[in-house]
């Protein structure tokens, strides 16, 4: 999966949870500001993405530096490379 | 303590024939029925009925999602509902925002539709890891009520009356109770229900759901009728708001009817069986509570389910109370039986029954069981002016209820 599949996967799966209208998702759009979550939509918010990737992020320290969109793209990316690293 | 007097100035209602109390209106008037056949339920092992009376046509998408995450089926109906009985009512933002107005809504359990999408999931592997934080909102014992206020931005009182069939009337003398004691001075109050197999089959193993009519959904169910068979499930809401009559009036509102009497009264014969002695008593003490006579009702719109040994007790009751001459008839025949919102549901047909001097008949009664012609049956459509009506609701764990509403006058 490249790069930008990911980042699309990511878009679609947030904007058909949370009803938010795809053109509006840009990197730069803060996630409580911006797309209009909260704390219990960020609950949901690593379901879908574990879901979605299948893999487990709700301990991962790495989640509560996300603010943006942007910071999610860069976070799954990052969290995928790292599992694809991992020799099975 | 003077008690202050309570009206009815606003009503919402989701049943089996759509949204709105003039839809409902309008459907029992042409007397069509909303049961219909769930090709579903014939996948269920052990179920017998194949009927239904389930609601058409609401999109809980015009609930912004942000409240609409929290909600299960049961509580988009009563958000909807509640809704339209605050616009009727026609309270400011300020009056349903200030803390004078509470929520009495219940449903009979929590949602059965979301607690089986839970366990479904969770029985897979043992797992909580993909529950969303909105199932504990759906399942929860108030949730309608909770949703209701979150949805509104009411910050009065919450309360959760649940007592299966009578919970809807239970919610309105409650809520009654806490106006009439100067607590609040507005409530929404009413019930909520969602349709689940559960429920169906709760009354088919207990022999009480109808079954002989799955091929002819609309002649079932049929209270008071001697070929009926039981009870048919359907769900919705009703809402009404009261109010306190002082309120009403320094605001000019419209009073749709004003609520006179309530009592309610614990069966502790048997947790499932109806017993005609303690409905009686239900409805002599509402009566009492009204500080009227038997004389005074125009018109008893009964609890009646179509059950063989419910419609027989409560025939009884009403003759033991009022004599044979009292009108009465139940619109389960067209509504099936919505459980917690039956009485809320029936309680706002009751009053548009009031403001439009029309009585409504029992649909499907086509030859009174001798067994329940010990009170007079409305068979048609009667114009007729009436002023007082009680309204009954009995329910499975043996809780009773009956209201009294009237007409206003000064």
């Known amino acids: 999966m490249t790069n930008q599949e990911i980042i699309g996967r990511i878009d679609r799966s947030i904007a058909e949870e949370f009803e938010i209208d795809p053109e509006g998702m840009k990197p730069e759009k803060t996630l409580f500001q911006d797309l209009g979550l909260d704390s219990l939509d960020i609950v949901d918010l690593v379901i879908v993405l574990e879901t979605a990737f299948r893999f487990k992020i709700r301990e991962d320290e790495g989640i509560r530096k996300i603010r943006t969109l942007g910071d999610i793209h860069a976070f799954v990316i990052q969290k995928k490379n790292e599992l694809e690293s991992i020799p099975r | ?45 052990g179920i017998r009925t194949r009927v239904a009376a389930l609601v058409p046509g609401v999109d809980p998408g015009e609930i912004p999602r ?102 809807g009337s239970l919610a309105v003398g409650y809520g009654a109770e806490m106006i009439s004691m100067g607590k609040q001075d507005f409530m929404l109050c009413g019930g909520a229900d969602e349709f689940h197999p559960l429920t169906a089959g709760t009354f088919d193993i207990m022999n009480a759901a109808s079954i002989r009519f799955n091929d002819s959904p609309e002649r079932t169910p049929r209270p008071f009728d001697r070929d009926r068979d039981g009870v048919v499930c359907a769900e919705g809401s009703g809402i009404l708001l009261l109010e306190s009559l002082d309120s009403a009036l320094r605001r000019d509102a419209e009073i749709l009817a004003e609520i006179v009497g309530f009592a309610s009264t614990s069966d502790p014969e048997s947790i499932a069986n109806p017993n005609a002695a303690n409905i009686a008593l239900c409805m002599r003490q509402a009566l009492l509570d009204a500080g009227i006579g038997a004389a005074g009702i125009d018109y008893v719109n009964a609890h009646a389910t179509g ?58 009664l086509d030859h009174v069981d001798p067994l329940c012609a010990s009170v007079l049956h409305v068979r048609e459509v009667i114009r007729r002016r009436v002023d007082t009506v009680m309204k009954n609701n009995f329910a499975l764990g043996g809780v009773n209820s009956s209201l009294i509403i009237r007409r206003f006058r000064q």
């Open chain 2, 1 to 45: 303590m003077p008690l202050k007097r309570v009206v009815i100035t606003g009503m919402g209602a989701v049943s089996p024939f759509g949204r709105g109390v003039d839809t409902l209106m309008t459907a029992l008037l042409l007397g069509e029925s909303g049961v219909r056949i769930l090709p579903e339920l014939a996948d269920i092992r």
């Open chain 2, 66 to 167: 942000k409240y609409r995450r929290s909600m299960s089926t049961m509580s988009v109906f009563a958000a909807l509902a509640a809704g339209d009985a605050i616009a009727q009512a026609g309270l400011s933002g300020e009056q349903v925002r200030g803390g004078r107005l509470g929520v009495s809504i219940g449903s009979t359990i929590g949602s059965p539709r979301t607690t089986q999408a839970f366990f479904d999931d969770f029985r897979t592997d043992n797992s909580v890891e993909r529950m969303k934080s909105g199932v504990f909102f759906q399942i929860m014992n108030h949730s309608c009520a909770a949703n209701v206020a979150h949805m509104f931005d009411i910050t009065g009182r919450t309360v959760a009356p649940a007592a299966a069939c009578s919970t």
């Open chain 2, 307 to 364: 059950t063989e040994l419910g419609d027989i007790a409560e025939s009884e009751a009403i003759r033991s109370v009022f004599g044979g001459r009292i009108p009465t008839s139940s619109l389960k025949g067209n509504l099936g039986h919505a459980m917690a919102a039956s009485g809320a549901l029936e309680l706002a047909a009751s009053v548009e029954m009031m403001r439009r001097e029309i009585l409504l008949p029992t649909h499907n």
